[in-house]
């Protein structure tokens, strides 16, 4: 059973607002695209991993995706995927690589040969090992009792190839294929069928797992040292990406293409949600829009539905992500 499914991630989502309002000829601009590959490619490789995973019982497994927590001590921590069943708890980290993958036992280290390059990568099983302390600590700061919990690295690519460095079978029993990873499960359901919890304590630690998630929003400009006067304004032409919409008579038009839109403003006041604060004004909106009419943000913002709020002489209306028609 999917308890939590899974949706873009904030971080990726900001990343794709940052690169459309980033002039290409930005300094920072190369390491914005870079790091959006790298995630969109992860990603994409979470959301095949989900295929694999609808083979499961619905009855025996259940499923919480991107799940973030806070400890009583107030670290924070977060994983792919969580696997729950009444035998045990898999904690999965998945991963989207391509190439040769070498894991060396007595260096701890993981290597990558791809087009024959090669790149040592973040070892996966020392994150793991934290992240298995971490949600342990968590439930039985919560009065659950202790569960075998099981940490497995999911490589989802499909021309992915494991090599190893005398690995003992610790180690490379933590790595699985995507494909089988059904198989695996069940196999791990077998193997500890004397540790059980009822379906009733199964349902509630699922359910308590998914209503403590955090729902963060990292800061996206101060990661980059980025600020507003870095942004493009105005609202995009969804034809040729340009920043040359203009208003005529209840739409919007691109002076460059001449491209018609009635929505084009959604997207602009979503990268302002994701990038700068999830309130807006009124004067705020006409200045990241790019817009001089007061009537017309009035009209827009009423249009949206969004909840507002008046403090002083100023009325701030909050954005939720996604913003859509």
């Keep these: 059973m999917i ?28 390491k914005i695209a870079e790091e959006l590959s790298l995630r ?3 990603y994409r490789g979470e959301q095949s991993l989900d295929y694999h995973l609808n083979f499961l019982s619905e009855k025996d497994f259940f499923i919480l995706n991107d799940v973030h927590l806070i ?15 009444a035998q045990f708890i898999a904690i999965l980290e998945i991963k989207n690589i391509a190439g040769n993958i070498r894991f060396n036992d007595a260096t701890k280290q993981m290597v990558r040969t791809f087009k024959e390059d090669k790149q040592v990568l973040p070892n996966p099983i020392i994150q793991l090992r934290r992240q298995r302390i971490q949600l342990t ?12 919990v099981v940490e497995l690295i999911v490589l989802t690519h499909p021309s992915v190839i494991i090599e190893s460095d005398h690995l003992n079978n610790q180690t490379i029993n933590r790595f699985i294929i995507s494909d089988h990873l059904p198989e695996k499960l069940e196999q791990l359901q077998r193997r500890y069928s004397t540790e059980k919890l009822t379906q009733k304590d199964l349902r509630k630690m699922a359910s ?8 963060e929003k990292p800061p996206s400009l101060q ?12 609202i995009r032409c969804p034809e040729c990406h340009q920043y040359m919409m ?16 009635k929505y084009a403003h959604y997207e602009a006041i979503e990268d302002y949600s994701l990038l700068i604060k999830s309130t807006i004004t009124n004067q705020e909106l006409r200045s990241f829009l790019k817009i001089t009419s007061s009537t017309v943000s009035h009209l827009l913002l009423t249009q949206m539905k969004l909840p507002r709020t008046k403090k002083n002489k100023y009325t701030f209306y909050t954005l939720n992500i996604p913003i859509s028609p």
Excluded at 208 to 215: A, D, R, T, V
Excluded at 251 to 260: D, I, L, S, V
Aim: glycine share 4%.
């Design 137 to 148: 600590d968590w439930l039985l700061e919560r009065n659950y009792p202790l569960k075998p």
């Design 40 to 42: 969109e490619a992860g």
């Design 71 to 85: 400890s009583k001590k107030g670290y924070g921590f977060q994983m792919d995927t969580i696997v729950l069943c």
């Design 208 to 215: 308590l797992l998914n209503s403590e998630h955090y729902k």
């Design 3 to 30: 308890v939590k499914k899974r949706t873009v991630p904030i971080r990726l989502l900001q990343l794709r607002a940052l690169k459309r309002r980033l002039a290409k000829t930005h300094p920072v601009y190369p």
């Design 246 to 261: 203009e208003r005529v008579v209840a739409k919007w038009q691109c002076k460059r293409c001449r491209t018609y839109s």
């Design 223 to 234: 990661s980059y040292q980025l600020h507003f006067h870095d942004l493009q304004k105005g």
